[in-house]
């Protein structure tokens, strides 16, 4: 029962800038936007969060749109080792993850 | 600082037979998830406890439980073990159950079920 949309597979070249997108249109005034991502059988890695104003940090930036309705997280200059799959998260307090996006950054 | 443990690494089992997993959570969180990860599909949560109380529960039948221990760690426990429930657990730890704070994983324990 994820609340969000995503698609299904990105590929990206290397030192390019990763645009990953989210629709989350039921998005609910106190639930958080999360951007986590899965490389092979791992555990999950926290990317970033947000409520309503975008946020940048070491990792990545993610951009909200201003309804709330969408989202995007941005890899500025992705590398091999970005190739994983993100999982966009909305989130009050437990999290339910959809299928994500796999992302591959190729040479 | 060690971020948050989960044991075993990996499980075998046959049908019928119970499991359980550990996970001690990061220093200073109060709050652990549990969540099952089948091959090809995405982490589904199964339970969330805060201080503990249990505070979320997902869509797993009774066969599934947990508890959390008054230093924070916790336990999932499942019975009557299934084909269908051979999956990669993961454990998440936060400091507080609210939506602002980030959770954090371990490494996962994987289950197989003969």
């Known amino acids: 029962d994820a609340k969000t949309t995503q698609p299904p597979s990105m590929d990206c070249a290397e030192g390019r800038a990763a645009n990953l997108p989210c629709n989350h249109s039921t998005i609910s005034g106190n639930e958080y936007v999360y951007w986590y991502r899965q490389i092979h059988s791992q555990g999950p890695q926290y990317i970033i969060h947000?409520?309503?104003n975008n946020e940048t940090n070491e990792m990545a930036s993610l951009i909200i749109t201003e309804d709330r309705k969408s989202s995007t997280l941005i890899l500025p200059h992705a590398t091999l080792r970005d190739t994983a799959v993100y999982y966009c998260i909305v989130r009050v307090n437990d999290m339910r993850f959809g299928a994500g996006t796999r992302l591959t950054v190729k040479p | 600082d060690a971020g948050v443990t989960q044991s075993p690494t990996h499980l075998i089992k046959t049908r019928g037979q119970h499991v359980t997993l550990r996970c001690s959570p990061i220093s200073g969180h109060k709050s652990v998830s549990w969540y099952q990860q089948v091959l090809g599909q995405g982490p589904q949560f199964i339970f969330q406890?805060?201080?503990?109380?249990?505070?979320g529960r997902g869509n797993f039948p009774d066969r599934f439980s947990a508890r959390q221990f008054p230093n924070y760690s916790s336990e999932l426990n499942v019975n009557a073990l299934l084909l269908g429930d051979s999956a990669l657990y993961l454990c998440?730890?936060?400091?507080?159950?609210?939506?602002?704070?980030?959770?954090?994983f371990g490494p996962g324990t994987r289950l197989t079920v003969l």
């Open positions: 947000g409520l309503k």
């Open positions: 406890y805060y201080e503990k109380e249990e505070r």
């Open positions: 998440a730890s936060s400091y507080e159950v609210y939506g602002g704070y980030e959770q954090f």
